[in-house]
């Protein structure tokens, strides 16, 4: 069983910066796919990043491609989503999610363990 808690969220500018972090127990990072997805009102989940299991390999979204970013941190156990050039439209909740499959997906389906989520607004 894995346990991971978002945080980090908040309201932020138009072209400002963000960094959400993902704090996993009870399993390695190292031994599990890491993503991010994200869900704004009214719409379905959306992948936002993945990192692979020995953070060698990303995959991001074409919509943060260029402006997000999943630094990670072993030694915490630790995953982060830097957000930068933010822009209204990421406005959503963030989930962090993590799967034991040995790729990098984009499917929420993928993934078995989840956040609770932690909500970033981009408004001025």
């Known amino acids: 069983q894995m346990q991971l808690v978002e945080s980090g969220g908040g309201l932020v500018q138009p072209g400002g910066s963000l960094r959400l972090s993902c704090a996993a127990s009870?399993?390695?990072?190292?031994?599990?796919?890491m993503a991010w997805f994200r869900q704004a009102p009214g719409k379905e989940r959306e992948f936002v990043g993945a990192i692979s299991r020995m953070g060698l390999s990303t995959y991001y979204a074409d919509s943060v491609k260029g402006r997000f970013t999943i630094p990670r941190d072993n030694a915490r156990n630790t995953v982060f989503l830097q957000m930068n050039s933010l822009k209204p439209e990421d406005t959503a909740i963030y989930y962090c999610a993590a799967s034991a499959i040995g790729y990098l997906s984009g499917s929420p389906k993928e993934y078995d363990y989840w956040g609770q989520g932690t909500q970033v607004t981009v408004s001025s």
């Open positions: 009870g399993r390695a990072i190292s031994t599990v796919v």
